[in-house]
């Protein structure tokens, strides 16, 4: 990683980037702005700006709908400086390339998701030849960057979200997937699945260890299919494995992994590997077998639910989450009810729930407009389900009261300290009167639990 004196670091330009999305787009954000690290500096509204990047998510129609209205609101500063560079990556993207520069005159350059090394070229050129440029061409092999980018980025270039810090390192293990579930845009986003060389992912590992991580969170479409691809095939259990003999690799956690792709020795990581978080984020999308079989989940409800309780006899303590999609075409109210039935079985702690919404290349733009389920129907289920899905977070966590939990520290503010549990529960914390341990991030401290909300914790050390 290069380092810079303080007048270097006040003598480069500003560049602002706003992340839209999941983990696998920030982990690609912290990549650009390292790239770009020796010429321009972070900065944190786009008025200091002379490159604004946009790195964009498509999963939802909002997501694109923010790309656009986010534009719209950066035209005056175009307008008042005709230097300044917007360039426009992630997802959307990828998707849409050419479409984008044609809609909108303010962006610079498109990059997609297998480009990323060129964005420091592409800002170049945009610097000297005011032409549109889009860079959205496929890859097949793993775009491997120079070393000193796969260190841990500088605080600055930290992506600070719910699930990233400077004590905790994605690390991204694959690309892509060959799943084809019909409302799903990453095949056509990142294309077929290419694992990473397991030489590499350790590579980062260690750097970012060195660092100052202290958890690894690796990232994938289908993390627990890592490795099918490679000649030899290298099993996602046995990178675990050698993940967990790092020094100093105090928690290891993965998203996501694919119902249909679990087998024993996945299942087994949870009681042979220490470090291995008690947390498992297993998407279920729908509690309806018929629902399931048209979005080509391959797999049905009661393999899902044998597959919840393999990981809780091997792991009594293990927090589920997962994701839920509502109002997918023809969902009856009874489709929906079995939903709830599954969710009622294995009381999620928490639920990343979202409504249906139709989305460019997938296969379930063949459902007709009046298989579609109204909005408002959409809604009603969508709260229904969060209602119960608060119940149970809520109870999972009043279980915690009056116990010592260990929460890694994320974060510190005079005497309020923030992280998480081995289970991913967030928990706020301060110290005890007379307490004088030096609280550092990165530490992991144990923490009384004082008081409980669905959303988290709060207590004292």
Request: net charge neutral.
């Amino acid at each position: 990683m290069t380092h810079f004196k303080t007048e270097e670091l006040d003598s480069r330009k500003g560049v602002y980037v706003k992340t839209f999305g999941c983990q696998v787009n920030e982990y690609d954000t912290e990549k650009m702005l390292m790239l770009l690290s020796e010429e321009y500096k972070r900065v944190l509204t786009p008025e200091e700006a002379e490159v604004i990047l946009i790195n964009t998510c498509s999963v939802r129609e909002k997501a694109e709908h923010k790309l656009h209205g986010l534009l719209g609101r950066l035209k005056p500063l175009k307008e008042t400086n005709p230097e300044l560079v917007i360039g426009v990556g992630g997802c959307v993207a990828q998707q849409e390339g050419n479409n984008i520069i044609k809609r909108n005159k303010l962006v610079d350059f498109v990059v997609g998701t297998h480009n990323i090394s060129l964005v420091p070229s592409l800002v170049k050129n945009s610097k000297i030849d005011r032409t549109p440029q889009v860079a959205v061409d496929y890859r097949d092999e793993w775009e491997e960057l120079p070393d000193r980018f796969d260190a841990m980025p500088d605080e600055s270039y930290i992506v600070k979200s719910t699930f990233n810090s400077s004590v905790r390192a994605l690390v991204a293990i694959q690309r892509g997937c060959d799943k084809m579930c019909t409302y799903c845009v990453v095949p056509g986003t990142r294309g077929k699945q290419v694992s990473r060389d397991p030489k590499e992912i350790l590579k980062e590992i260690n750097l970012k260890v060195r660092m100052g991580a202290r958890e690894v969170l690796l990232l994938g479409q289908t993390v627990n299919s890592y490795g099918v691809d490679l000649n030899p095939r290298v099993k996602f259990s046995k990178l675990i494995q050698e993940i967990s003999e790092i020094p100093n690799v105090k928690r290891i956690r993965f998203i996501s992994p694919h119902p249909a792709e679990v087998k024993k020795d996945f299942i087994d990581l949870y009681k042979k590997i220490p470090s291995l978080c008690p947390h498992i984020h297993l998407p279920l999308q729908s509690g309806s077998d018929r629902i399931l079989g048209l979005m080509n989940r391959s797999y049905k409800t009661s393999r899902y639910l044998q597959i919840v309780e393999e990981l809780k006899e091997k792991c009594p303590n293990i927090a589920i989450t997962t994701d839920i999609i509502i109002g997918f075409p023809t969902e009856t109210e009874e489709d929906f009810l079995e939903t709830l039935e599954v969710v009622k079985k294995v009381k999620y702690h928490s639920v990343f729930s979202f409504k249906y919404s139709k989305r460019p290349k997938t296969s379930a733009l063949e459902f007709h407009d009046d298989q579609e389920i109204q909005e408002e129907i959409k809604q009603n289920r969508l709260v229904r389900l969060q209602e119960l899905v608060g119940e149970h977070a809520l109870s999972h966590n009043k279980s915690y009261l009056n116990k010592e939990i260990e929460v890694l520290v994320e974060s510190t503010l005079e005497n309020i300290y923030k992280g998480r549990s081995q289970e991913n529960v967030h928990v706020e914390f301060f110290k005890d009167e007379g307490q004088t341990l030096d609280i550092k991030m990165g530490d992991i401290i144990k923490v009384k639990v004082l008081r409980a909300s669905p959303h988290g914790l709060k207590g004292t050390c």
